[in-house]
């Protein structure tokens, strides 16, 4: 572990105490939080009382989209930005409220990474996570160890001598990793981290962020547009839309779920392309007067086996839209079938189908 190995080879302070003994402990948590800002044409509620907690090693993440209130309630965590109303407690600390220089102890237990990645143009790849330790306060002597022990973990080992505009946008971000790690902090804060990225370079550093989390013990809190980060990295998400959390839960079991909240199904559905739109259904119904439902393939094997028997029973049945995606630890995915038949049998027939998925009856 990088943490772990350096404080015994450094002598520094020792590391935080055993991560696993830990797991699960509030590390934040927000209480009733809100943050209003005064816009040209009136105020804006960013934040709209917001409660939620994220447990000492999991990846959280926060979807929704562009303007949505994500970024500031990320901020809130370091302090970057202060509520209107209510507390955020950071590591057992209240953040809100505090001066800036109460808040230095705490923000150097949180690294933060950037969408923009924020280097400095003017240092080599080493001279940017070098210059984040002797800002911690990190002995010159025991910068160059940790400095070499940090790109060798991001996988730039190599391009320590290399300048920011020599590296492609995956690099830079690593670099922007191994710098927020660079203090050995408790949390990381990912603010639209792959954003600027490609999808070939969004998934090598979505693998290093994972790693950061599964072999450091560090907790994530990613905020992002894009289902991807938060289909490969979290455990668990919160749904933002206008300042509220409209929906929150395991990833798996949120993306599984046939029916969201109104106010999150608009973006799951855009999100998740896992259902058809509108425009399609009317397309699927020109060529169909079957029944339309949707099943959740929570368990695909139990799914394919009564779609299976559809034929011995005299239902008929055409898949017209679906796709299974993986998550960090299982797969979903949402099929939408469209049953023809007698209408007792097709009725026997959805019934089997809600036994093994969640159905939901697409309406005309
Ligand atoms: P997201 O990160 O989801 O895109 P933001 O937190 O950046 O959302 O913004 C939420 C809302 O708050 C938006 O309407 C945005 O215009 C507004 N906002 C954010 N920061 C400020 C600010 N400093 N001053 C005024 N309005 C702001």
């Known amino acids: 572990m990088v943490g772990a190995h350096i404080a015994e080879q450094a002598g520094s302070p020792p590391g935080h105490p055993s991560e696993d ?37 999991e990846v959280f993440g926060v979807i929704g989209f562009s303007g949505a209130g994500k970024s500031t ?5 370091n302090g970057l930005e202060q509520p209107t109303s209510g507390t955020v407690t950071v590591l057992g600390e209240q953040v809100s409220g505090r001066s800036e220089s109460a808040l230095l102890p705490l923000r150097r237990r949180i690294g933060m990474v950037f969408q923009q990645f924020n280097l400095l143009t003017s240092r080599t790849v080493a001279g940017n996570v070098e210059y984040a330790l002797a800002t911690a306060g990190w002995p010159k002597a025991q ?10 973990f991001v996988g730039l080992g190599s391009k320590a001598k290399h300048y920011p505009e020599q590296l492609s946008g ?9 710098r927020a790690l660079a203090a050995d902090p408790e949390i990381l804060l ?28 560090v ?22 839309d206008t300042g509220r959390v409209v929906e929150t839960g395991r990833v798996y079991d949120l993306f599984s779920r046939t029916q969201h909240s109104e106010d999150a199904a608009s973006f799951v559905a855009t999100a998740l392309k896992d259902r058809p739109n509108a425009e399609e259904i009317a397309r699927i119904r020109e060529r169909t007067d079957g029944r339309l439902v949707m ?5 695909s094997g139990a799914v394919s086996a009564v779609l299976g028997s559809a034929e011995g029973r005299g239902v008929r049945f055409e898949i017209v839209h679906g796709g299974v995606s ?33 159905v939901q009856e697409v309406q005309p």
């Open 219 to 240: 907790t994530i809190v990613a905020i992002t547009h894009e289902m991807e980060v938060i289909r490969s990295i979290a455990d668990r998400v919160a749904v933002m």
């Open 170 to 178: 995956g690099q830079k971000q690593r670099v922007g990793i191994a």
């Open 326 to 358: 993986a998550t960090k630890d299982s797969a979903y995915g949402l099929l939408t079938v469209a049953l023809t038949g007698e209408p007792a049998a097709v009725e026997a027939f959805i019934a089997d189908l809600s036994a093994a998925g969640d």
């Open 295 to 299: 099943v959740s393939l929570k368990d």
């Open 143 to 152: 910068r160059k160890a940790r400095v070499a022990e940090l790109l060798d």
């Open 73 to 77: 309630l990320i901020r809130m965590i």
């Open 21 to 57: 003994a830990r797991a699960g402990e509030p590390v934040i948590v927000f209480d009733h939080v809100s943050r209003v800002f005064d816009g040209r044409n009136g105020q804006v509620k960013a934040v709209d009382d917001v409660s939620l907690t994220v447990q000492r090693g």
């Open 190 to 217: 990912a603010d639209e981290a792959t954003s600027a990225l490609d999808p070939s370079t969004t998934s090598e550093v979505l693998s290093v962020l994972r790693r950061v989390n599964e072999e450091l013990g």
